[in-house]
């Protein structure tokens, strides 16, 4: 897929390796948050959501946490495997937004070294 | 479920033509939504309908742009006259409703389009 950015964040890790990827989201009022994986070619996956009312959701090889002290939300893959390499947005809804449209974030590239 | 289905996956097209885009939202979704992504802005929402009626169009770029939603299955985005700006990948997608409660939007793996 398009990347969102001239100058989109990189992470590069090894296959096997655990990845954090983080993301500061931009209003205090959002009370829904959402991971998406964008492979090249196709559009946005979801991963996992969290609501504001939780601070850690776990999926499959996935974690989400939240800090609404300092509006930051992560992303962490457990074994990193190369089929995880893709851009990955975080994205929120505010507190209210009727048809919970999303505000996205930049993007950040992963990168598995086999 | 096949997914939200979007065509044509891509579209090469002159400056001054009409360009049309589709989508089938997912069965049962009553929330569609366009957006368009590019190097430069990243993803960027257009509008989006509830029940098929627009909510917001307020990302629509221009008067040139403009999107329908005839009935629950099916949605298009028309560009008329195209210009190269114009040139990004445009996605859908789409979400049920459930109360107060947000769910995730589904996307569509998009159409390419290419203005000359």
């Known amino acids: 897929g398009e990347s969102v950015g001239l100058h989109l964040p990189t992470l590069s890790v090894q296959e096997g390796d655990n990845s954090i990827i983080n993301c500061a989201y931009s209003?205090?009022?959002?009370?829904?948050f959402i991971w998406y994986k964008q492979e090249s070619g196709k559009g946005p996956q979801f991963i996992i959501d969290?609501?504001?009312?939780?601070d850690k959701r776990q999926g499959q090889r996935v974690t989400v946490l939240l800090n609404k002290t300092v509006k930051h939300l992560s992303l962490q893959i457990a074994a990193t495997q190369p089929g995880d390499s893709a851009v990955y947005f975080c994205?929120?809804?505010?507190?209210?937004?009727?048809?919970?449209?999303?505000?996205f974030g930049q993007g950040t590239e992963l990168s598995v070294k086999p | 479920d096949a997914g939200v289905i979007q065509s044509p996956r891509h579209e090469v097209t002159e400056m001054g033509q009409e360009v049309t885009l589709r989508c089938k939202p997912i069965?049962?979704?009553?929330?569609l939504f366009w957006y368009r992504q590019t190097m430069m802005r990243g993803l960027e929402l257009l509008i989006y309908?509830?029940?098929?009626?627009?909510?917001?169009d307020s990302g629509m770029p221009e008067d040139r742009f403009s999107a329908k939603m005839p009935n629950a299955s099916f949605s298009t985005l028309k560009i008329q006259p195209s210009e190269p700006r114009d040139s990004a990948v445009y996605f859908c997608?789409?979400?049920?409703?459930?109360?107060?409660?947000?769910?995730?939007?589904?996307f569509g793996d998009g159409t390419r389009l290419s203005i000359l």
């Open positions: 069965s049962g979704h009553d929330y």
């Open positions: 309908f509830n029940n098929n009626v627009p909510i917001d």
């Open positions: 969290i609501r504001s009312n939780m």
């Open positions: 997608a789409s979400s049920p409703s459930r109360g107060w409660s947000n769910q995730p939007q589904h």
């Open positions: 209003n205090s009022a959002s009370d829904y």
């Open positions: 994205a929120e809804i505010p507190r209210g937004n009727q048809g919970g449209k999303l505000i």
